[in-house]
């Protein structure tokens, strides 16, 4: 790790004790008054402009705009309410995609749903990096919006809109259908994979990796997927 990064993180350690000593805890008795501050930033001798407030005294920074400028990941999990700090990770600038309309239910076939998906192989072939991190306004099962289950979500918010989730564990192989998110966990790995198509043997599927880089044409066979400690699938189509 740099050194610049370093400071950061340990300024960010002290402002996180203060936080928690006398004047903060005097502060929670008054309440707070944020002006715009009239100091400069600097980064490695280089001056940088930062939104920052003055708070009794103290300059208060976007945690994202500290990322963005010296160079480390940080990620929002809407699930768990919690922000994620990676120092070695790329910053990666943060996308939010409204939900698509949701379609009429009696509109959503499977043959629509693989157009779409059709579509989305056009905008992102396979080595392509889908927008991350994807931020699903549908309340889906997965919030942190990257990797697999970023991508996962992105393909199913494309073809249903704001449809409702349904879950179904241990599904029977008929229940599979195009557009389906189906998610498996064993001992050694754990995956969500998107169905594109489906035949007795396998389903063919897109998927992304740890890189949030697409791929379409894999396929996982029906004996390997039921005999999966964990194996769920989360449809959206209409009762």
Not at 21 to 34: D, K, R, V
Not at 36 to 62: C, D, L, M, S, W
Request: proline share 7%; hydrophobic share 35%; charged share 20%.
């Amino acid at each position: 790790m740099s050194r610049t990064k370093e400071a950061v993180f340990m300024g960010i350690g002290i402002l996180a004790g203060l936080a928690l000593s006398g004047p903060a805890a005097q502060a929670a008795e008054a309440a707070l008054t944020a002006r715009p501050t009239t100091q400069t930033f600097y980064v490695g001798g280089t001056r940088v402009e930062f939104e920052a407030y003055q708070i009794h005294g103290n300059n208060f920074v976007k945690l994202r705009d500290i990322g963005k400028t010296v160079g480390f990941g940080v990620t929002y999990d809407a699930a768990t309410n919690t922000v994620h700090i990676a120092p070695d990770a790329p910053y990666i600038e943060e996308v939010t995609t409204p939900a698509p309309a949701a379609p009429s239910p009696q509109a959503v076939t499977a043959e629509s749903v693989q157009a779409i998906l059709a579509q989305l192989k056009q905008t992102y072939p396979t080595g392509s990096t889908y927008p991350t991190p994807y931020r699903s306004t549908s309340a889906g099962p997965y919030g942190r919006g990257v990797t697999c289950s970023g991508w996962a979500t992105l393909c199913s918010d494309a073809a249903f809109g704001n449809l409702p989730w349904r879950r179904v564990d241990q599904p029977a192989w008929d229940q599979i259908r195009p557009g389906d998110l189906v998610e498996y966990k064993n001992s050694e790995s754990y995956h969500v994979v998107v169905v594109v198509d489906k035949t007795d043997e396998y389903i063919k599927v897109t998927e992304s990796g740890l890189n949030n880089r697409t791929r379409w044409g894999g396929q996982y066979f029906r004996w390997w997927l039921e005999e999966q400690p964990r194996y769920i699938l989360y449809t959206r189509y209409p009762s």
